[in-house]
């Protein structure tokens, strides 16, 4: 499935798909050294409690880079042509991350629940900065992954950085079939109960019930009838980078709100 295909079916997905491509672009060009890889040694007490990566006391992550790079992908935005609303977002999110003092740490420290920057346009804020750490991280991210036992985590959130997922996937076929989830921040994808609401309070393993849609054959509504909250579902392999990200699948999100389905998965797109 590619995304030109997957964009003639679905044409009023064009708009964001074009937004999310050209913010792809710049962020493609903005050189990042990555992050430094810590020992894992350190962090493997708080692996085991819980405690994901990035809020671990016993590493030091330096964020200061995914700063830098952020004002740089926003530079970079305000040349390309686009629509005039983000243009002028983006002009000003460039004029306050240049003006105020230390706004770029600032703004990459509000991603985390900081309250000490306010953001001109938080939406968009929100987007470009994680997109912004997302490739500061993406060397630690796959380190991580290769380093960490999955049946030790099995938390709903990510095991990188804390956030609960944007979506859920599903792999093979049973008696084997696993369950990951996906994080629409930092792109982390990690394994959970096959069965269970990631959503409800002390995971309590409430059935979620599968509510597959028409024409869709790989995506589905997996929602939970005790908390009313869905996680929008791939089932399958091999086009993870389209259908596991979340602006290609926005019309499911309309039809389970119409559906009187609550969005408690994270979001980067404001619907
Ligand atoms: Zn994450
Ligand atoms: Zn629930």
Not at 18 to 30: E, G, P
Not at 44 to 63: E, H, K, M, N
Not at 65 to 75: Q, R
């Amino acid at each position: 499935m590619t995304q030109d295909v997957w964009l003639t079916r679905h044409p009023y997905l064009r708009f964001v798909a074009d937004f999310h491509a050209q913010v792809a672009t710049a962020a493609a060009s903005v050189p990042s050294g990555g992050a430094h890889i810590p020992d894992w040694d350190d962090y493997i007490s708080d692996y085991q409690t819980g405690i994901p990566l990035l809020q671990s006391s016993r590493v030091a992550i330096d964020f200061e880079p995914a700063g830098a790079i952020l004002v740089l992908l926003v530079e970079s935005l305000t040349s390309r042509a686009l629509p005039e609303k983000l243009a002028a977002e983006c002009r000003d999110s460039k004029s306050q991350l240049r003006g105020e003092m230390n706004a770029p740490q600032r703004a990459v420290a509000w991603l985390f629940g900081s309250e000490i920057f306010k953001p001109a346009h938080p939406g968009l804020l929100r987007y470009l900065g994680w997109t912004a750490l997302a490739v500061h991280l993406r060397p630690l991210v796959d380190a991580f992954s290769s380093w960490r036992e999955e049946e030790r985590w099995l938390c709903e959130y990510c095991p990188t950085c804390g956030s609960l997922p944007a979506m859920g996937q599903l792999i093979g076929s049973d008696p084997g079939r696993l369950r990951l989830l996906s994080c629409g921040c930092c792109s982390t994808r990690w394994r959970y109960r096959r069965i269970g609401c990631p959503f409800c309070e002390n995971g309590d393993g409430h059935r979620l019930t599968a509510l597959t849609i028409e024409g869709e054959s790989h995506l589905r509504i997996d929602y939970c009838d005790s908390c009313r909250a869905y996680l929008k579902t791939y089932v399958g392999e091999g086009n993870e980078s389209l259908l596991l990200a979340d602006w290609s699948s926005l019309h499911l999100d309309i039809i389970a709100r119409d559906y009187g389905l609550r969005r408690l998965a994270n979001s980067l797109y404001e619907l």
